[in-house]
């Protein structure tokens, strides 16, 4: 695994410019696992979703070493286990991103399934340019147009 990136990637659920509704909700919810205290955090590592999950290319996720830093657990055993080089780990722990983050993990979930029913056209333009990059994804049509709000009685 090569260390972060040096800025988080277009679509990075960290990332406070990204449009809502790109990655599935499950993918949503393991960011809200990292902000628990460290011993009771996953110990994996958070991959950038730009590679597919078996590539010799997979680098750390730089937005969750952004807003997560130091206090990753997964850091710490994919150290221990050697998974990660001495410089990876402190590329990621010390990783300062260049573009604004979210606070948490929680704050950039929340922001990432607001619209995940109707994501709009950035939306569906970043979700086209990952499904061409991975081969390890499986995807559902994006909806054709938002429903009818309801108009004031």
Do not use: N
């Amino acid at each position: 695994m090569h260390p972060p990136a040096p800025r988080p990637c277009d679509s990075c659920p960290y990332r406070r410019d990204v449009p809502s509704g790109i990655w599935a909700r499950e993918e949503y919810d393991k960011l809200r696992r990292f902000d628990a205290p460290t011993a009771e955090q996953p110990s994996r590592l958070f991959q950038c979703h730009q590679a597919d999950a078996d590539s010799a290319t997979r680098r750390i996720c730089a937005g969750w070493a952004g807003c997560h830093g130091d206090r990753l657990l997964g850091l710490r055993v994919a150290l221990i286990e050697g998974r990660i080089d001495e410089a990876t780990f402190a590329a990621a722990a010390g990783y300062e991103s260049p573009v604004a983050l979210f606070g948490s993990g929680s704050e950039a979930a929340d922001h990432g399934q607001a619209d995940i029913g109707w994501p709009g056209g950035e939306a569906g333009r970043l979700i086209g340019k990952i499904t061409r990059t991975r081969s390890d994804l499986r995807t559902a049509p994006l909806p054709e147009g938002r429903p009818e709000q309801e108009k004031p009685t």
